[in-house]
Structure formats: C-alpha cells, structure tokens
C-alpha cells in the first residue's frame, strides 16, 4: 500500500496524468451518452464532471494541481468558440431574414436568465456578493467570470454556476422545447444558446446543424448583452 501510495504521488506530480484523465473521462461520458441513445439527461460533460471529481475526492489532489495537467484543454475553449463563425456564416441568409425576432428574443432571453436568477436569490435571502456572481450565469465562462469581477462577484463561483447551468440546459432543453411544441431549429437553437451557452450549443450542434449554428449565435450575443443587463438587474435587488 505505501509501494501504491508513492508510485500515485509521483504519477500526480506530471502534468499529463490530468490531461488524460481528462480526456478518458469525456470519452467515458460520450460512450454513455451514445449507449443510452442519445438521451439529452445522460450529459457527457455531466458524467465527465462526476467521474473527474469522484477522482479528484478519492485522492485529494487540489484543483490547482489538476489544472496545471488540464489546462491545454482550457486553452481549446478560444480556438472552439471561434470556430463557431463557420456553421454561422453557413446560415448567413437564414441569420439576416430573421434579425428582428433575433433581437428581440436575444433581449427577452437574456433579461429573464439574469433577472429570474437574482430574483429567486434575493427573496431567499442570498446575500449581495452571491447574486453578484449568479447574475452573469448565462454567459460564456470567460465573459461570465470578468462581468462577476466587475460587479463585486466571486470569479470562482460564478464559474461554478456557469458550469451548472450550461449541464442543466443541455439536458433540459430537448425534453422542453418539445413540450412547448417548438419545431423552428432556429428558435430551439438560439434560444439555447442564449440559455445554456457553450455546453448547451454543443448539445444543439448533437441534435441538428442549424440549431447548432443559431446557438453558437445566441450564445456569443448573450455573451455581450449580459456585460449590460447584469449590472443593471443587480442594481435593481441591491
């Protein structure tokens, strides 16, 4: 056992251990998604983050050791938001003739996301510090993470939330968007996308191309709407 014990602390020492299991860990949790047959509520990011931190419990390595391993993948989430200008520029023509109701749903979208979040917080009594970091939870973790810092937010738990709420869209917003009769691909992926972000247009990208494109669109809107409205709904419950 003390033979297992060393050999584990030199082999956690290297960065590359991390990145692996990171990696097995989301090849883990595709392999059950596609075995459930593509169910929205067997997430692989989800099962990915349960498996990685089960890892990290059992051997209680901190979160910065397993970021150094982890964080080539980190640096990835640039190059493939980018990237995400492709599948857009494919549906240009589709983008321009429904300018408007994107407008319009991009505001709607991303007031209510912020808005219902802080709102439910502070009736609960969460205090100013928390709902300063669950206000920009709809936008992408880079924006999301300097908007909590610019309003007085906890960068790390509002990265935290992020996560959550991009996992809970992704497996969410299949099964309701069917209930609510929803068949437009534009709409279902934009709305998405303005809902759950990174994960969700990655969901939507799994369930048809256009919804994917319209997501990624969502997403980088609701990306710059919320730099101005979360301040604003935190102001209004401070």
Known sequence: MNDLTAFWSYLSEGPLLWL????MAYAAGDAAWRRSGRKP????????????????WVTRTPYGTYFE????????LGPATVSLALPLYDNLARLRRAALPVVAALIAGSATAA??????????????AELASLAPKSATAPV????????????????????LTGITGA????????????????ARGFATGVASHGIGTARAFQVNPTAGAFAGLGMALNAVATAFIAPLVLALFR
């Not at 509520?41 to 990290?56: F, G, H, K, M, Y």
């Open 171 to 186: 497996v969410v917003a299949t099964p309701v968007l069917n209930a609510l009769r929803i068949r437009d691909w534009r």
């Open 115 to 128: 808005g219902s979040a802080v709102a439910i917080a502070a009736l609960l009594g969460v205090r100013p």
């Open 69 to 76: 391993g982890a964080q080539f993948v980190h640096f990835l």
């Open 144 to 163: 999301a993470i300097g908007i909590s810092e610019s309003i007085g937010g906890s960068p790390t738990l509002t990265a935290v939330l992020v996560i």
């Open 20 to 23: 692996a299991l990171t990696l």
């Open 41 to 56: 509520w067997v997430n692989s990011v989800l099962v990915a983050v349960v498996i990685l931190a089960a890892i990290l």
